[in-house]
């Protein structure tokens, strides 16, 4: 069927491919649910060829780059691989150097290649919505709840009215939001229906509605009136949202720019309240 995309284009490609980007295929077929989480250089190394003929091979298969490739091995598996697949086959994956560089490299390694294309304006653009916005509502459910609560955090330094809606008090907090509110969803795969349904109601209300998100075609990209993407490492049963805090700081900092001398003048009055209350040891 259709779901079969990425690996029968593999498979019908597998003769005309030179014989460094053969020897990957054939390793990647025999090897279907481990290489999907492999970076480009753990591909090249577990094939007995090299990180530059895993990049090549994409685009002989017809991707643009290799994180496209990876991505579209995923999302076929993903229908196949719930959250207890992921973790079995993260024990398959060859361990390699430290524990903690182990894991963050996969996070690194995606974002290294995403990055590059990320549109500064977008973010300069969601940035000042925020800060002409006279409410802010972000809705971040399941694991991204804690991203959700860190954007708060520091949102709520200059901004008196920023609330954390949850999906049965969303509804209330719309009908008593002010005109000129701006709605965030944060949702990466596998996607939070409830965040996509909770973005809808807003955006059918006529708030400006924001997804902070992996990709243009995930749902709720695709819901929103504004997205910002950054890729999400999958590393065995976990969503990692390291590279998404990185986006979500680099939005923070671009509130801050936006609101100039008013951020100073906030950051002093935070500073000198912090030192009467000795918040700090």
Known sequence: GVTMMGWKNIENNLENLPPAQKK???????????????????????????EASVIRMASSLGFSSFPDFIKSLQE?????????????????????????????????EQAKEALSTVDDETIKKLAAKIC???????????????????????????FPGVHLPTTDTIGNHLIAAPDNSIVIGISYPRYTRQTVECIALA??????????????????????????????????????????????????IQVAEHLGPKALKRLEELERSWTDSSVYC
């Open 132 to 158: 002409a916005s006279d409410a802010i509502y972000i809705v971040g459910l399941r694991s991204t709840r804690s991203l959700a609560v860190y954007m708060e955090y520091y949102l709520s330094w200059f």
């Open 203 to 252: 955006k059918k209300r006529k708030f400006f509605t924001a997804a902070i998100t992996d990709s243009p075609f995930s749902p709720l990209a695709k819901a929103a009136d504004m997205y910002v993407v950054s890729p999400c490492a999958h590393i065995a049963h976990i969503d990692s949202l390291l590279i998404p805090i990185g986006l979500i700081n680099t939005l923070l």
């Open 24 to 50: 990957i295929a054939e390793y990647m077929l025999k090897n279907r649910l481990e290489s999907i989480f492999l970076t480009a250089l753990q591909l090249g190394k577990n094939a007995g060829s090299s």
């Open 76 to 108: 076929e598996a993903k229908d196949q691989l719930s959250t207890l697949g992921r973790l079995q086959t993260h024990k398959l994956q060859p361990q390699t150097g430290g524990l903690i560089a182990r894991v963050i490299n996969s996070d690194l």
